[in-house]
């Protein structure tokens, strides 16, 4: 089991940034990865960023230049750098662990964190 708490949401105007965090009930290494999602009403849960659990990370495309995925390994966090925010990434933001137990990849998600980009 992984339990995960999103952190960081709110109201930002166009070109701010924000910084997200997610914390993980255990060490980062045995969790194969984590990545943060987003959805909008009407829409699929989309892929934003996702770092392995041996630090590679890849990005979608419309955040790539603007966003950071990293990690605090002491701490069991993982963060979501946005910079130059644009009304278009407004969503709720998904915290999201992969972990292979045995031979089956469970996956986890945290309770989500809105984020609204406005002026």
């Known amino acids: 089991q992984v339990q995960l708490v999103e952190s960081g949401g709110g109201l930002v105007q166009p070109g701010g940034s924000l910084r997200l965090s997610c914390a993980a009930s255990?060490?980062?290494?045995?969790?194969?990865?984590m990545g943060w999602y987003r959805q909008v009403p009407g829409k699929e849960r989309e892929l934003v960023a996702r770092i392995s659990s041996g630090g590679s990370t890849n990005y979608a495309d419309f955040v790539k230049g603007r966003f950071t995925i990293s990690r605090d390994i002491t701490k069991n966090t993982v963060y979501l750098q946005m910079n130059s925010l644009k009304p278009e990434d407004t969503a709720v933001y998904y915290c999201?662990?992969?972990?292979?137990?045995?031979?089956?990849?469970?996956?986890?998600w945290g309770q989500g964190t809105q984020v609204t980009v406005s002026s």
């Open positions: 255990r060490g980062l290494f045995s969790i194969n990865a």
């Open positions: 999201g662990a992969d972990r292979l137990s045995g031979t089956t990849m469970y996956h986890y």
